[in-house]
């Protein structure tokens, strides 16, 4: 499975940014994970085929994530963005078994 992300880039404190991430092929589980400096990767969220959902209890009620399973395409649409939310966000998707895949990473920067 290979994993192509879009989106990210500079925004000030308070703004939006939408990151999207289309997978080669139909997987059960697509989301995204982010790595802040120093740091181990930690979900943002993530959703399955079904539509069912987790999120870091950071950013509830701030990130929606969603997909479209017809795109293989899965989005995560992040507002009211903090400096604390500057990482780099990695595409992720698991099939059933699990099987994990990675997408390239992208940075996302808030300035204050």
């Known amino acids: 499975v290979q994993l192509q992300a879009s989106g990210g880039g500079l925004v000030q404190a308070g703004g939006s940014l939408r990151l999207s991430c289309a997978a080669s092929?139909?997987?059960?589980?697509m989301g995204w994970y982010r790595q802040f400096p120093g740091k181990q990767r930690e979900l943002v969220a993530i959703?399955?085929?079904?539509?069912?959902?987790n999120y870091a209890d950071s950013v509830k009620g701030r990130f929606t994530i969603s997909r479209d399973n017809a795109k293989n395409t899965v989005y995560l649409q992040m507002s009211t963005l903090k400096p604390e939310d500057t990482a780099i966000y990695y595409c992720?998707?698991?099939?059933?078994?699990?099987?994990?895949?990675w997408g390239q990473g992208t940075l996302v920067t808030v300035s204050s």
């Open positions: 959703m399955t085929d079904n539509g069912r959902t």
């Open positions: 092929e139909s997987i059960f589980g």
């Open positions: 992720y998707a698991q099939t059933r078994a699990p099987s994990r895949y």
